[in-house]
């Protein structure tokens, strides 16, 4: 007889937390890919500041959330986190409702270099400090980087070994898990209104942005005066 009482229609992630994963993802993706470009200054800008901004809800919902989104559910220890992935090569291993500890620590270790990201780099384009925090941006965008690589990978291994699709569930928000596992309420008008949030910063800064030819003006001469420099 199957004596597993998980169903694939349990909800876990309220849905504050799949807006907050998904912008997250597109917000860091449009950055690092406008990191180089003085043309698209603005919009790598713009999602930086984005960034920093979906950090504070984060830890805001991270206090005061649901049961599975508060940190007090899913930070653990070192010794935890060394179980956990002991675990993974035996034969029963740990299953998590929420983050499990190793996917915890990623996450906390994201949300630290958001901040040291956002910091630096409004710092840096301000002209707040000197070069050392231009390196120290960078230097932190690429530790972001390599974690999320990190990241994606347990999720993938974690996917395997218990053998559910933990990527279609941060769409979804449903595991299959014990119904009294669950979360009551997926609190969609509170991620509604994070959504309109994001998106009218958006649209405030396209509405204030420059002339495209100015724009365009201001990078030749920032180059021209970078080949100034040099010489």
């Known amino acids: 007889m199957n004596t597993d009482t998980r169903t694939p229609s349990t909800l876990v992630w309220d849905v ?16 690092w890919l406008t990191a180089e ?29 649901t049961r599975y989104a508060r940190f007090a559910s899913f930070v653990r220890g070192p010794r935890a986190v060394i179980g956990y992935l002991k ?11 929420g983050h499990n500890p190793a996917g915890a620590l990623a996450i906390v270790g994201l949300l630290v270099l958001i901040a040291v ?12 400090g000197g070069e050392w925090l231009e390196e120290l941006h960078e230097g932190a965008a690429n530790a972001m980087m390599m974690l999320v690589v990190v990241h994606v990978a347990g999720v993938v ?12 569930a941060m769409f979804t928000g449903r595991k299959p898990v014990p119904a009294a596992e669950g979360i009551r309420r997926a609190w969609a008008p ?27 003006a201001a990078a030749l001469s920032h180059d021209k005066s970078a080949d100034h420099d040099d010489d």
């Open 117 to 128: 990201t956002a910091a630096s780099g409004f710092a840096t384009y301000n002209d707040l």
């Open 87 to 97: 675990s993974l090569v035996g034969r029963h291993p740990e299953h998590h409702t």
């Open 37 to 65: 470009s003085e043309h698209w200054r603005l919009v790598h800008v713009t999602l930086g500041y984005t960034m920093a901004g979906l950090l504070a809800f984060r830890v805001l919902w991270g206090l005061v959330g």
């Open 190 to 216: 509170l991620a509604a209104a994070l959504l309109a949030a994001v998106l009218g910063f958006w649209w405030m800064q396209y509405e204030s942005a420059p002339p495209a030819s100015l724009a365009q």
């Open 16 to 31: 504050p937390v799949r807006v907050f994963h998904w912008l997250l993802v597109l917000c860091f993706a449009g950055a």
């Open 157 to 168: 291994v974690s996917s395997f070994v218990h053998k559910e699709n933990l990527v279609r």
